[in-house]
Each structure stands twice: as structure tokens, then as C-alpha cells.
């Protein structure tokens, strides 16, 4: 399915309309189909040395050809799950491929995840499979007897690993032909991860429509790419959807050669480094990494190719949006979307005219409003839900074993993202916050995102997130936690300074009342800022005060 060819937003919309076939595997449209040029590179990988080697589409279908028909030989079947847990690698796509291949559902889990994060996805999803690296082994070995359906342990660096099979040594006695499944559209390929913002994370169902679904709309974001001249890259983390599909699977349909870097923790200076060197003309930067890269614009490679940058995950902000167009010479898009239905709301400069601060119009296919909590559209102007309507091939079939939660996120066939918004008579989404960041004081209902935003204004902020703290007066009071730029030094007179910004450019009841001065702040694994984790911190500390 291809995006339709327009000059305008609205000439797109009125072309388009989905076409989803009953049968699709994702390993024929990303791997097979462009396996019979043996010259085709698929992936270039940086290791951690900074050696860098190329591996082509055909390489990388018999690789998995080789992964299917060993764990065939394991004993698994269609339908049972694998968890991948590997940094951005050939591996990591080998093994989510060869899953594709074979039916088998691969379950996405971090590196960065702590023992009772992977266990909470092994024993949740009831995988049979994990494969890791060395590095994460002992991870998976202490919590191994408590994951009774794991059976296998695969590990990909490490030539005689204990009690676990060395992926590369494993793979070399497999032949490299295999004869694809045969499945519907609507069968389970993967089960992705809320980001647990909130609660314990959910496991999340993607069928194998999800990519038909996610194709056309990041054909809208890439400008009618990826194109087959494309590199593309980005530092999210393949254990997410924003790397896994929006990179990774979004680049391969295309044919495109994608670069994976073993990145440990994100490092602005070699973001850069990383799309100069490697030529890149497509990346997905998250506002968190555009504010951390822009902290470092004064030392880093000028001589960049960028033709799209993308960005989302949470409100860019206009301050940010304008030093990333200046900075990458174009006008960044803007994405807005979760994990249960990706690329939802969106921008292409060349086809619509951009806001900056605004998440963009509803995607060509998609119907997306703004609703109250009865599901009614309200007026333009209105806050409320930002929603999007069912059917759609991009949306989650469900959350893993749990239907409550799965009818909890819908009201009648609106998906509620569990986000606040408003949309303008001009058909513009806005972004104000999480429904469960929302700050409520003196009667009124505050959304974080723009009192961050307007911090980040100042030289002195690199980053800043605001909560709700609770007050017996005002219900809640406003309190920001600023970590400052290097060299800043924090002061009473600086926190004045820094309501004062926030006075001159929202209303008084935005103005932070409490500003903690910080080194760090809790983020996903996503680079999202977890208020939670802020808020929970103040109440225990009012607790403890108080005893």
C-alpha cells in the first residue's frame, strides 16, 4: 500500500483509503523480497570499537533462515513466544526476522531493564526463548527459575556461554533455506510494551498489519520515503516501537540501508559524529534528544545530509522545533502517536503548513478528535481526550491477557490515548499533557508541557519537568525540577528569574511556585520524563516529614 500522490494534505486525504490483504508476513515485504540483489546493503553496524561492517539483504534472509530452522530444532512452534532483548545489532533484527519467518511472536524487552522487568515480560508473555548478550546474561540467570516456560537461553557474543547456546556457533550447523509461514494479516507478530509510565507495563499485541498500517503514514512523515537512496537512523532503542518500526521495519520495506550503533546510553557529540559519518538522510531525534544535542551544537559536525529529521514522543515546543530547522537547514516533522497505535497525528512540511508547537493534523486514514469522557467530539478550542477511531490497521488487537484493560481503552470506537488536547477550527492538534500529569490548583486544570517548554527558553535550562504537588490551599501547588546547562550554577536568584520567564509568558496560575534545582531526571527507557516517579518522590518525602 503507497501513500496516494498529492500536492496537498487535503488532496492526499481524499485519495486515500486502506487496502489490507488477508494473508501478509512482514519477513517477505522487509527481507525476501530484496534478497536476490546480493549487493543490496541492508544494515551497516558501529561497534563499540567503532569498526563498522556492512551486511546485505541477503545475508540477513539467511541468517534468519538459519535462526527459524534452529528454533524449529528447539521445539518451537507458531505461535509461541521469543523475548529479544539485544542492543541496536544485526541480531537484535535477525531475531525478530526470523520470529516473522516462523510464526513465532517476539516479545521486545530492553537492556537497560532490571531483573524484575525482564521477568515481568518472560513469565507475562510465557516465553519458551530469550535472547541476549553476555553483558545481560546474569540478568536472566537470576531470575531463570522463576520463568517455569523458559526453556532456552541464546546468547550473541560469547563464544561458550554457561548454561545458555552461542547464537553465531548455534546458527552455523542450520541451513540457510527456509520456507516462510504462510499468515493472516491479523496474526500476531510481536507483543511491544507500554512505556510504565504508570503501573506495571502492559504487553501490548501487534499483528502483522501493523507495518501495512504504519507504511503509508511514514511515507507521509519521510516526504514519499523512505526512498531506496535513504540511510537511515536514529539512537531509540529497537526494544521500542519508535526504532523498531518507524527505522528499522519502515526502512527495510523500502529497501533502505539502516545504521545500528552500540550506542551505550545516548552521548549527543556522537549522535552528530554518527550522521555525518554515516551520510544519514532520515532520523527520528525525540525532543529529549534535540534539547540534549543542542547543548552541544558549539563543538559538534557541521557537514550533516539530513533530508527529514522526525521527532515525537512528546511535545517538541516551539523553542526546539526552531533551533532544529535552523541547525538540520529544513522543517522538522512532527509525530505523535503510543505503542498501541503508532504514527496517529502528524506533520510534512512540503504538504501542509506546519505550527510549530502543535502535533499537526490527523494522518491521511486516520480520524482523530478531541472527546470527553463520554466519547461526544467537543467544540474546537476544548480540552479533552485526544483520540483516535477504530478500525485502524496500525492499532493493537488487545493487551496481553487482559481484556478489562483492553475495553478500558476505548470509549465506544474512540482509542483514548491518555492524553489531553484541543484541536483548533483549523483541524490542528495540541498537546497539553497526560491525563495523569494533569495539575489541578486553585480550580484550575494545568497541563505541564507548555510550563516546561517555556523554561526551556532560557540558555540556562537543559532540561525540566513539572508536577503537581499536593497542597491543602490550592489542592496542588506547581513545582519544576530544572537540571541546568553545564557551568550554571543554581540560586535563589536564578529560580526568581526563571518564574519570571514563565510570568511573562503564560498565566499566573502556570507560574511555578516551587523550583528544585536537580542533576538528573528520571527517564523511560524511551527518553520520556517520568512526573511520576517526581511526584511519588515528593510524597514520600512529605510523608517522612511529617512522621
Same mark, same amino acid.
Given at each position: 500500500?503507497?501513500?496516494?500522490?498529492?500536492?496537498?494534505? !487535503?488532496?492526499?486525504?481524499?485519495?486515500?483509503?486502506?487496502?489490507?490483504?488477508?494473508?501478509?508476513?512482514?519477513?517477505? =515485504?522487509?527481507?525476501?523480497?530484496?534478497?536476490?540483489?546480493?549487493?543490496?546493503?541492508?544494515?551497516?553496524?558501529?561497534?563499540?570499537?567503532?569498526s563498522? *561492517?556492512?551486511?546485505?539483504?541477503?545475508?540477513?534472509?539467511?541468517?534468519?533462515?538459519?535462526?527459524?530452522?534452529?528454533?524449529?530444532?528447539?521445539g518451537?512452534?507458531?505461535?509461541?513466544?521469543?523475548?529479544?532483548?539485544? &542492543?541496536?545489532?544485526?541480531?537484535c533484527?535477525?531475531?525478530?526476522?526470523?520470529?516473522?519467518?516462523?510464526? %513465532?511472536?517476539?516479545?521486545?524487552?530492553?537492556?537497560?531493564?532490571?531483573p524484575?522487568?525482564?521477568?515481568?515480560?518472560?513469565v507475562?508473555?510465557?516465553?519458551?526463548?530469550?535472547?541476549?548478550?553476555?553483558?545481560?546474561?546474569?540478568?536472566?540467570t537470576?531470575?531463570r @527459575?522463576?520463568?517455569? !516456560?523458559?526453556?532456552?537461553?541464546?546468547?550473541?557474543?560469547?563464544?561458550e556461554?554457561?548454561?545458555a547456546?552461542?547464537?553465531?556457533e548455534?546458527?552455523?550447523?542450520?541451513s540457510?533455506?527456509?520456507?516462510?509461514?504462510?499468515? $493472516?494479516?491479523?496474526?500476531? +507478530?510481536?507483543?511491544?510494551?507500554?512505556?510504565?509510565?504508570?503501573?506495571?507495563p502492559?504487553?501490548?499485541?501487534?499483528?502483522?498489519?501493523?507495518?501495512?498500517g504504519?507504511?503509508?503514514?511514514?511515507?507521509?512523515?519521510?516526504d514519499?520515503?523512505?526512498r531506496?537512496?535513504?540511510?537511515?537512523w536514529?539512537?531509540?532503542?529497537?526494544?521500542?516501537?519508535?526504532?523498531? %518500526?518507524?527505522?528499522?521495519l519502515?526502512?527495510?520495506?523500502?529497501?533502505?540501508?539502516?545504521?545500528?550503533?552500540?550506542m551505550?546510553?545516548?552521548?549527543?557529540s556522537? =549522535?552528530?559524529?554518527?550522521?555525518a559519518?554515516?551520510r544519514?538522510?532520515?532520523?527520528?531525534? *525525540?525532543?529529549?534528544?534535540?534539547?540534549?544535542?543542542r547543548?552541544?551544537d558549539?563543538?559538534a559536525? #557541521?557537514d550533516?545530509?539530513?533530508?527529514?529529521?522526525?521527532?515525537?514522543?512528546?511535545?517538541?515546543?516551539?523553542?526546539?522545533?526552531l533551533?532544529?530547522?535552523? /541547525?538540520?537547514?529544513?522543517?522538522?516533522s512532527e509525530?505523535?502517536?503510543?505503542?498501541?497505535?503508532?504514527g496517529?497525528?502528524g506533520?510534512?512540511?512540503?504538504?501542509?503548513?506546519?505550527?510549530h508547537?502543535s502535533?499537526?493534523?490527523?494522518?491521511?486514514?486516520s480520524?482523530?478528535?478531541?472527546?470527553?469522557?463520554e466519547?461526544?467530539?467537543? !467544540?474546537?478550542?476544548t480540552?479533552?481526550?485526544?483520540?483516535?477511531? $477504530?478500525p485502524?490497521?496500525?492499532?493493537?488487537?488487545?493487551?496481553?491477557?487482559?481484556?478489562?484493560?483492553t =475495553?478500558?481503552?476505548?470509549?465506544?470506537?474512540?482509542?483514548?490515548t491518555?492524553d489531553?488536547?484541543?484541536?483548533?477550527?483549523e483541524?490542528?492538534?495540541?498537546f497539553?499533557? $497526560?491525563?495523569?500529569?494533569?495539575?489541578?490548583?486553585?480550580?484550575?486544570?494545568?497541563?505541564?508541557?507548555?510550563? !516546561?517548554?517555556?523554561?526551556?527558553?532560557? @540558555?540556562?535550562? #537543559?532540561?525540566?519537568?513539572?508536577?503537581?504537588?499536593?497542597?491543602?490551599?490550592?489542592?496542588?501547588?506547581?513545582?519544576?525540577?530544572?537540571?541546568? +546547562?553545564?557551568?550554571?550554577?543554581?540560586?535563589?536568584?536564578?529560580?526568581?528569574?526563571?518564574?519570571?520567564?514563565?510570568? #511573562?509568558?503564560?498565566?499566573?496560575?502556570e507560574?511555578?511556585?516551587?523550583?528544585?534545582?536537580?542533576?538528573?531526571?528520571p527517564?523511560t *527507557? &524511551?527518553g520520556?520524563?517520568?512526573? /511520576?516517579?517526581?511526584r511519588? $518522590?515528593?510524597i514520600?518525602?512529605?510523608?517522612?516529614?511529617?512522621?
Amino acid at each position: 500500500m503507497d501513500l496516494p500522490v498529492g500536492s496537498s494534505y !487535503e488532496e492526499i486525504c481524499e485519495k486515500f483509503s486502506w487496502v489490507i490483504p488477508e494473508y501478509f508476513n512482514i519477513a517477505d =515485504a522487509i527481507s525476501d523480497r530484496w534478497a536476490d540483489d546480493e549487493s543490496r546493503i541492508a544494515m551497516t553496524h558501529e561497534a563499540s570499537d567503532g569498526s563498522c *561492517t556492512d551486511y546485505t539483504f541477503t545475508e540477513i534472509r539467511d541468517y534468519a533462515n538459519q535462526l527459524a530452522n534452529l528454533l524449529g530444532g528447539l521445539g518451537l512452534t507458531r505461535g509461541d513466544r521469543l523475548v529479544v532483548m539485544l &542492543t541496536q545489532s544485526p541480531e537484535c533484527a535477525i531475531s525478530h526476522l526470523a520470529c516473522f519467518k516462523s510464526g %513465532i511472536v517476539s516479545c521486545l524487552a530492553s537492556v537497560l531493564f532490571g531483573p524484575d522487568g525482564i521477568k515481568h515480560r518472560l513469565v507475562g508473555s510465557g516465553a519458551k526463548v530469550c535472547i541476549t548478550n553476555a553483558a545481560n546474561l546474569s540478568k536472566v540467570t537470576e531470575i531463570r @527459575d522463576a520463568c517455569p !516456560e523458559l526453556q532456552h537461553v541464546i546468547v550473541v557474543d560469547d563464544a561458550e556461554p554457561a548454561d545458555a547456546l552461542a547464537f553465531w556457533e548455534s546458527l552455523s550447523s542450520q541451513s540457510n533455506r527456509y520456507q516462510n509461514v504462510k499468515t $493472516r494479516a491479523e496474526d500476531l +507478530a510481536w507483543i511491544s510494551y507500554t512505556s510504565g509510565t504508570t503501573g506495571l507495563p502492559k504487553g501490548v499485541l501487534m499483528p502483522h498489519r501493523t507495518l501495512l498500517g504504519n507504511k503509508p503514514l511514514f511515507e507521509y512523515y519521510y516526504d514519499y520515503g523512505p526512498r531506496p537512496s535513504d540511510v537511515l537512523w536514529s539512537p531509540a532503542d529497537w526494544a521500542w516501537i519508535a526504532g523498531l %518500526i518507524n527505522i528499522l521495519l519502515i526502512g527495510w520495506y523500502s529497501g533502505c540501508r539502516v545504521v545500528s550503533t552500540d550506542m551505550q546510553g545516548f552521548d549527543a557529540s556522537a =549522535a552528530f559524529r554518527i550522521l555525518a559519518q554515516h551520510r544519514i538522510t532520515v532520523s527520528l531525534l *525525540t525532543p529529549t534528544v534535540l534539547k540534549l544535542m543542542r547543548q552541544v551544537d558549539a563543538e559538534a559536525a #557541521q557537514d550533516i545530509d539530513l533530508r527529514v529529521v522526525l521527532s515525537g514522543g512528546e511535545a517538541v515546543g516551539k523553542a526546539l522545533a526552531l533551533w532544529a530547522d535552523e /541547525r538540520f537547514s529544513l522543517t522538522i516533522s512532527e509525530g505523535f502517536g503510543q505503542t498501541e497505535c503508532n504514527g496517529m497525528i502528524g506533520t510534512n512540511p512540503r504538504l501542509m503548513e506546519v505550527r510549530h508547537g502543535s502535533l499537526g493534523k490527523a494522518m491521511p486514514g486516520s480520524v482523530c478528535a478531541i472527546v470527553d469522557d463520554e466519547g461526544q467530539v467537543v !467544540e474546537p478550542g476544548t480540552k479533552g481526550n485526544i483520540a483516535i477511531r $477504530r478500525p485502524h490497521p496500525a492499532m493493537f488487537s488487545g493487551y496481553l491477557d487482559d481484556p478489562i484493560a483492553t =475495553a478500558g481503552k476505548f470509549i465506544g470506537d474512540w482509542m483514548i490515548t491518555g492524553d489531553l488536547g484541543e484541536q483548533d477550527p483549523e483541524g490542528y492538534l495540541w498537546f497539553h499533557g $497526560r491525563t495523569d500529569d494533569v495539575i489541578t490548583s486553585s480550580g484550575y486544570r494545568i497541563g505541564p508541557t507548555e510550563i !516546561e517548554d517555556c523554561l526551556l527558553k532560557s @540558555d540556562v535550562v #537543559q532540561l525540566a519537568a513539572v508536577i503537581g504537588v499536593p497542597d491543602q490551599e490550592r489542592t496542588e501547588l506547581v513545582k519544576a525540577f530544572v537540571v541546568l +546547562a553545564a557551568g550554571v550554577e543554581p540560586s535563589e536568584t536564578l529560580a526568581d528569574a526563571l518564574k519570571q520567564l514563565v510570568r #511573562q509568558h503564560l498565566a499566573r496560575h502556570e507560574v511555578p511556585r516551587l523550583i528544585e534545582f536537580v542533576t538528573e531526571l528520571p527517564l523511560t *527507557t &524511551t527518553g520520556k520524563i517520568m512526573r /511520576r516517579a517526581l511526584r511519588d $518522590r515528593e510524597i514520600n518525602t512529605q510523608t517522612t516529614n511529617h512522621t
